[in-house]
């Protein structure tokens, strides 16, 4: 086999240098390079995301079934038609090194590097890199990790400006080290950046314990640039942890999910767990919503997610806990994703409100090799079995209201149709009512909302929850951006009591 491993590897490595060389990426871990050029073959198979991902998959239900070589197969299949897969690259060096050969882990190993890989925590406690320890080309390796690190962050820099022109904005932040790239004007990348320090240091100081080990790009592109690096409309925005790279619609409660996933894979690397998808997608989701007191610590707030859990709790449609808790990871995002973030929040804000959150994932953190799921941090925090614990729940869940989602006829309005994650800086106003007041302001369709009294607005779910708080007849000064124009209008809050136009009857959005 080892031949034919040499062969496949060699192949690799050509084509991961040549995919290198194109796109200008930093210099690598010394290694040696064959001098031959390998001879006229075929070309590789094209695999588009999803036939990847579905490889992926296979090989690593075969490499945790002991199929070692079975997997490595499919990993090279992928690099075959992908080199700069640093996922592939990675897991094809653990299988190599266990299967017995130490040079072709190491080539896989400093490739992987090259193309990005920078999850040196991870490395440092991967049981299946043991028999590499000793060897010095494995401490030459990590003694390398800070300035992998810069090269990283360098590569993201050049990256950002390749794709999103040489008009956006690129900063890196070494504190917290991000690399923030965005297509937003300088004012809405200042308000980006202040809500990025802000959030990362609440949750630092109160939940996780640091930053990122590597650098992380933060790019909000675009909305015709998102469509086409996010794919589907329903999708707000992503973090892949392999690549470092946070891509997001918005600015709003998408970006604070997402950068809660950002510190919540740090310190999983950093303790060398891997936490259930019920309790990453949990957390996140509960920071969507939420805001600070005096002292910076937080308070969660009610989202449009707490409406799902009380329609499931009120058809009994809810999850048992421990099956929750259980649950495949693969599974998570696949049947039923809307209902499973919600129930993921509900539990987590259950907690939250009565306090006992923090403390409940400390004990979460050192229970974690005894019992993943979480199940057991409940047990020890409240004393009592799961079950009795799930009970409690119920009640709380079953004495929540419903957040409204739109302002309703007859409520003070400004009178617009809104839509979510159309615009990177805020909300779009989809159509204008021909009775309300923001007609009378001169608002047209088109428009964007980014403030409402100089408080930033991301998401409709912001405005509603705003405008519910206000009178009839007050007066509201609202900041637009028409195209590149900013403008700030103001706004006297009434009620709309006329519906729309008979060739109107279908509302294009939720109204505010």
């Known amino acids: 086999m080892k031949g034919q491993l040499h062969a496949a590897i060699r192949r690799i490595m050509l084509c991961a240098a040549g995919a290198l060389a194109l796109a200008g990426a930093c210099s690598a871990v010394a290694m040696q390079e064959p001098a031959a050029s390998p001879p006229a073959q075929a070309p590789p198979p094209r695999l588009d995301a999803e036939a990847i991902d579905k490889l992926h998959e296979q090989a690593i239900e075969k490499y945790e079934n002991g199929e070692t070589e079975d997997a490595l197969a499919l990993w090279l299949e992928i690099l075959q038609a992908e080199p700069r897969d640093t996922q592939a690259l990675y897991n094809s060096a653990c299988a190599v090194t266990k299967l017995g050969y130490k040079d072709e882990a190491f080539q896989l190993l400093d490739r992987a590097v090259q193309m990005g890989f920078v999850n040196f925590e991870h490395l440092k406690h991967d049981a299946d890199l043991a028999p590499l320890r000793d060897d010095p080309r494995y401490a030459a390796l990590i003694d390398s990790v800070e300035k992998r690190y810069g090269e990283a962050a360098q590569y993201m820099e050049q990256w950002s400006r390749q794709v999103l022109g040489a008009e956006a ?4 932040d070494d504190d ?13 990348f200042e308000h980006m950046r202040k809500t990025i320090r802000a959030q990362f240091r609440m949750q630092i100081d109160t939940i996780f314990d640091g930053p990122p080990n590597s650098y992380v790009l933060v790019m909000v592109p675009t909305p015709e640039k998102a469509d086409e690096m996010i794919g589907s409309v329903r999708v707000a925005g992503f973090y892949d942890h392999d690549t470092r790279r946070l891509v997001l619609r918005d600015i709003g409660p998408s970006l604070r999910h997402e950068l809660t996933h950002v510190l919540h894979h740090a310190q999983m690397d950093r303790l060398s767990q891997d936490h259930p998808m019920w309790i990453q997608e949990g957390l996140a989701s509960m920071f969507e919503m939420y805001d600070t007191d005096e002292s910076g610590h937080y308070r969660v707030l009610d989202n449009t997610r707490i409406n799902i859990a009380i329609n499931l709790k009120r ?6 806990w421990r099956d929750f808790f259980d649950q495949e990871d693969r599974k998570f995002n696949r049947i039923r994703a809307g209902a499973k973030y919600a129930e993921a929040r509900a539990i987590f804000q259950y907690l939250a409100e009565k ?17 993943r799921s979480g199940a057991l941090a409940f047990e020890r925090l409240f004393d009592k079995p799961l079950d009795e614990i799930e009970l409690d729940y119920r009640l709380w869940l079953g004495g929540k209201e419903k957040i409204p989602e739109e302002v309703r006829w007859g409520q003070p309005s400004i009178g617009v149709w809104l839509a979510d994650q159309a615009a990177n800086d805020g909300v779009l106003v989809l159509d204008v009512n021909p ?28 405005i509603v929850a705003d405008i519910l708080k206000r009178g009839d007849g007050e007066e509201v000064t609202l900041r637009l951006r028409r195209g590149r124009v900013y403008r700030d209008v103001k706004v006297t809050l009434r009620p709309i009591r006329e519906g729309r136009a008979t060739r109107d009857l279908i509302e294009p959005g939720p109204a505010a």
Request: hydrophobic share 40%; net charge negative.
């Open 435 to 462: 009775g309300g007041a923001a007609k009378e302001a001169g608002i047209r369709a088109g428009d964007v909302i980014t403030a409402i009294n100089q408080r930033p607005m991301y998401a409709v779910e912001e």
């Open 315 to 320: 058809s009994a449609a809810l999850t048992k």
């Open 169 to 172: 904005i690129v900063e890196r």
């Open 355 to 371: 306090g006992l959150f923090e403390k409940w994932y400390g004990l979460y953190l050192s229970t974690c090799s005894e019992d």
């Open 176 to 188: 917290l080290r991000l690399v923030l790239a965005t297509n937003l004007d300088r004012e809405t």
